[in-house]
């Protein structure tokens, strides 16, 4: 079992920084690739980015590729988020998400039904 908490959300204005955190309890969160999905008011849930077990590899969508960068520190259980040049339609909550390592065979999904464990979510607002 796995659970995860993320922090950091806000609100900021067009063009800010923000990085969100996503801790995790337990002993094995080097097993597990991590996630961060967002949904915003009306809209289905979307894929933000993803990374691999050991930090290797990552995937990104088109829509935040460059702008947004995840990371994680396997030592302190946590994943990060760092996001740049945000924009209004960055405004969602952010939910990161935990999958097993050996199901994806090491590498990374975009494909939220591959996840195992979800946060509560973090509210992120960009004003323009």
């Known amino acids: 079992q796995v659970q995860l908490v993320e922090s950091g959300g806000g609100l900021v204005q067009a063009g800010d920084s923000l990085r969100l955190s996503c801790a995790a309890s337990g002993r094995t969160f080097s097993s597990y690739a991590m996630g961060w999905f967002r949904q915003a008011p009306g809209k289905e849930r979307e894929f933000v980015a993803a990374i691999s077990w050991s930090g290797g590899i990552t995937t990104y969508a088109d829509s935040v590729k460059g702008r947004f960068t995840i990371s994680r520190d396997n030592a302190k259980n946590t994943v990060y988020l760092q996001m740049n040049s945000l924009k209004s339609e960055d405004t969602a909550v952010y939910y990161c998400?935990?999958?097993?390592?050996?199901?994806?065979?090491?590498?990374?999904?975009?494909?939220?039904?591959?996840?195992?464990?979800w946060g509560q979510g973090t509210q992120v607002t960009v004003s323009s």
């Open positions: 998400a935990a999958a097993q390592a050996h199901t994806l065979m090491g590498l990374t999904t975009t494909r939220g039904s591959k996840y195992d464990y």
